[in-house]
Protein backbone atom coordinates (compact mmCIF):
# COMPACT_ATOMS: atom_id res chain seq x y z
CA UNK A 1 0.00 0.00 0.00
CA UNK A 2 1.27 3.69 -0.57
CA UNK A 3 0.37 6.24 2.15
CA UNK A 4 1.13 9.68 2.43
CA UNK A 5 1.49 11.25 5.80
CA UNK A 6 0.99 15.83 5.44
CA UNK A 7 2.27 17.41 8.48
CA UNK A 8 4.54 20.84 8.67
CA UNK A 9 7.11 19.75 11.18
CA UNK A 10 9.16 16.62 10.71
CA UNK A 11 10.40 14.38 13.03
CA UNK A 12 13.78 14.22 14.39
CA UNK A 13 14.36 18.23 13.11
CA UNK A 14 10.79 19.52 15.20
CA UNK A 15 10.17 17.32 18.33
CA UNK A 16 6.81 17.42 19.52
CA UNK A 17 4.36 14.69 20.13
CA UNK A 18 2.63 14.73 16.92
CA UNK A 19 6.17 14.28 14.77
CA UNK A 20 6.61 11.67 16.76
CA UNK A 21 3.48 9.81 16.44
CA UNK A 22 3.86 10.32 12.48
CA UNK A 23 7.62 9.18 12.66
CA UNK A 24 6.49 6.08 14.76
CA UNK A 25 3.65 4.81 12.82
CA UNK A 26 5.02 5.79 9.35
CA UNK A 27 8.50 3.43 10.26
CA UNK A 28 6.58 0.57 11.24
CA UNK A 29 4.17 0.80 8.22
CA UNK A 30 7.15 1.11 6.40
CA UNK A 31 8.24 -2.66 7.02
CA UNK A 32 5.47 -3.40 4.59
CA UNK A 33 4.24 -0.34 2.71
CA UNK A 34 5.59 2.59 0.93
CA UNK A 35 5.16 5.71 3.53
CA UNK A 36 5.34 9.32 2.24
CA UNK A 37 5.67 12.20 4.89
CA UNK A 38 5.16 15.57 2.72
CA UNK A 39 6.06 18.95 5.03
CA UNK A 40 8.46 21.72 5.85
CA UNK A 41 12.39 20.56 4.72
CA UNK A 42 13.95 20.82 7.68
CA UNK A 43 16.90 18.98 6.31
CA UNK A 44 19.91 20.13 4.27
CA UNK A 45 20.32 18.58 0.48
CA UNK A 46 17.52 16.98 -1.83
CA UNK A 47 14.40 17.45 -1.61
CA UNK A 48 13.38 13.90 -1.17
CA UNK A 49 15.34 12.24 1.42
CA UNK A 50 14.81 8.58 3.41
CA UNK A 51 14.62 8.72 6.78
CA UNK A 52 14.45 5.24 8.26
CA UNK A 53 11.99 3.99 5.57
CA UNK A 54 9.92 6.77 5.50
CA UNK A 55 10.27 8.66 2.05
CA UNK A 56 10.23 12.51 3.41
CA UNK A 57 9.33 15.23 0.69
CA UNK A 58 10.59 18.83 1.48
CA UNK A 59 7.73 21.08 -0.15
CA UNK A 60 9.25 24.08 1.30
CA UNK A 61 11.95 26.40 3.23
CA UNK A 62 12.34 25.99 6.62
CA UNK A 63 9.65 28.76 8.36
CA UNK A 64 9.17 29.80 12.13
CA UNK A 65 5.67 27.66 13.55
CA UNK A 66 3.31 28.57 15.21
CA UNK A 67 3.44 32.45 15.68
CA UNK A 68 0.25 34.11 16.60
CA UNK A 69 -1.98 30.69 15.35
CA UNK A 70 -2.67 29.36 12.02
CA UNK A 71 -2.04 31.59 9.50
CA UNK A 72 -2.95 31.80 5.53
CA UNK A 73 0.49 30.02 5.27
CA UNK A 74 -0.66 27.28 7.04
CA UNK A 75 -3.25 26.81 4.99
CA UNK A 76 -1.69 26.86 1.71
CA UNK A 77 1.12 24.91 2.29
CA UNK A 78 -1.41 22.19 3.27
CA UNK A 79 -3.22 22.85 -0.49
CA UNK A 80 0.55 22.70 -1.76
CA UNK A 81 1.29 19.28 -0.38
CA UNK A 82 -2.31 18.25 -1.37
CA UNK A 83 -1.11 19.03 -4.78
CA UNK A 84 2.65 17.83 -4.74
CA UNK A 85 1.47 14.09 -3.52
CA UNK A 86 -0.93 13.26 -6.53
CA UNK A 87 -3.86 10.79 -6.28
CA UNK A 88 -2.35 7.52 -6.62
CA UNK A 89 -1.99 7.23 -2.84
CA UNK A 90 -4.39 4.74 -1.41
CA UNK A 91 -4.51 6.24 2.35
CA UNK A 92 -3.48 9.67 3.44
CA UNK A 93 -3.64 11.15 6.90
CA UNK A 94 -3.34 15.26 7.32
CA UNK A 95 -2.72 16.30 11.13
CA UNK A 96 -4.25 20.01 11.60
CA UNK A 97 -2.06 22.15 12.86
CA UNK A 98 -2.38 24.41 16.40
CA UNK A 99 -4.82 26.52 16.73
CA UNK A 100 -4.36 29.25 19.29
CA UNK A 101 -7.03 30.54 20.65
Not at 75 to 90: I, P
Request: charged share 25%; proline share 2%; with cysteine.
Amino acid sequence: MKIAFIYDAVYPWIKGGAEKRIYEIGRKLANEHEVHWYGIGWWEGNETVDNDGIILHGVCEPMQLYVDGRSIKDASLESFCRAQMGGDYEQHSFNRYSHKK
